[in-house]
């Protein structure tokens, strides 16, 4: 509570209009908390101009928040000097597949099952960061692996994204380019996953280092829930959580706080992974909670409450699935 409490307190700072001072001491302050530094003062110059432009939009938009007219606030994070442009182009690296060449199962849900009203499995796994690489692939399928073993095995240990994109190529992934959680629980499967400690995180690709030897965890294959919110929903509450392809907007951008209700967001493309951890209603509204990979300093706290659940909003039920943890 505490929390929410601090992140609507931050928003509403923003909501008011920005001196040219405060402007300034604004954008010093993003540079030093993002570490920021720009190769020349024309790239400098450029980048200010963009944060200001979004500095902006975040200030109406909240302004727009404290009127009772928008269900969410927006903040400033480490993507307040990127155009739109740039941010989709950063989104558009999952790639959706059927992986023929290991087990797959259908989730079949339980018939007397009562599927409980609220699912909050946040606490379980810990927040990432994946950079300027295109990895959200492997954020998804490691995030929900790692809360699949934690649950299915009581060992909780954070597993290498590194080690998929460096070695899942022969899958059919491409490094920081993109790639896909079905062809990640194939390398698994395949191959085995060392851990985080093991082979840390560089946000970039580079030469397989795998070691068999040091694997962590192996699946025997993985579950794919069918395309609707009543099993996804099943899915989460019985099994814990799941990976999910959605279709992401720029309105994910400066997100902060609050339910996100993105208007007309489509089912396809499916260009972005995380995982879904949850579900619940606060004042009357449906949502998803959903694990980015964007760090603790992006909307609350890591994740996002989506909202609009019920009528399979962004396309989160259209691509999900989870590994079975041998």
């Known amino acids: 509570m505490r929390e929410a409490f601090l992140l609507l307190a931050l928003s509403l700072v923003l909501a008011h209009a920005f001196t040219r001072l405060e402007l300034v001491i604004e954008w010093a302050k993003f540079q030093n908390e993002f570490g920021r530094s720009?190769?020349?003062?024309?790239?400098?110059?450029?980048?200010?101009?963009?944060?200001?432009?979004?500095?902006?939009?975040?200030?109406?938009?909240?302004?727009?928040?404290?009127?009772?007219?928008?269900?969410?606030?927006?903040?400033?994070?480490?993507?307040a000097d990127w155009t739109d442009q740039e941010f989709m182009d950063y989104l558009n690296t999952y790639r959706e597949e059927d992986y023929s060449d290991i087990p797959c199962e259908v989730f079949e849900p339980n018939s007397s099952y009562k599927v409980p009203d609220a699912v909050?499995?946040?606490?379980?796994?810990?927040?990432?960061?994946?950079?300027?690489?295109?990895s959200c692939w492997a954020f998804g399928s490691v995030g929900c692996l790692?809360?699949?073993?934690?649950?299915?095995?009581?060992?909780?240990?954070?597993?290498s994204e590194q080690n998929l994109i460096d070695?899942?190529?022969?899958?059919?992934?491409?490094?920081?380019?993109?790639?896909?959680?079905?062809?990640?629980?194939?390398?698994?499967?395949?191959?085995?996953?060392?851990?985080?400690?093991?082979?840390?995180?560089?946000a970039r690709a580079g030469v397989c280092q795998f070691e068999s030897e040091r694997s962590v965890v192996s699946i025997s294959g993985y579950v794919k829930i069918r395309k609707n919110e009543t099993d996804l929903m099943a899915a989460v509450a019985s099994m814990g959580p799941v990976a999910i392809g959605m279709h992401s907007t720029k309105t994910l951008k400066a997100y902060r706080f609050g339910i996100l209700r993105i208007r007309n967001c489509k089912r396809f493309p499916l260009n972005h992974a995380a995982v879904l951890v949850g579900y619940g209603r606060d004042k009357g509204r449906d949502y998803y909670i959903i694990k980015n990979s964007w760090g603790r300093k992006w909307g609350e706290q890591g994740y996002v409450r989506l909202g609009n659940r019920g009528s399979n909003p962004c396309g989160v039920a259209d691509s999900a699935l989870f590994p079975k943890v041998v």
């Open 38 to 79: 720009y190769r020349s003062s024309l790239e400098a110059e450029k980048r200010f101009s963009i944060f200001e432009d979004n500095l902006r939009e975040i200030e109406e938009h909240n302004r727009r928040y404290y009127n009772g007219e928008e269900s969410y606030t927006k903040g400033i994070n480490e993507f």
């Open 120 to 134: 909050d499995w946040k606490r379980i796994t810990r927040i990432k960061r994946q950079g300027r690489c295109g």
């Open 146 to 159: 790692e809360a699949q073993l934690y649950l299915r095995k009581g060992v909780d240990i954070a597993l």
């Open 167 to 202: 070695c899942s190529w022969e899958q059919g992934n491409s490094g920081c380019n993109g790639g896909g959680m079905g062809r990640a629980y194939q390398y698994i499967y395949q191959h085995g996953i060392q851990s985080e400690r093991d082979y840390p995180y560089r």
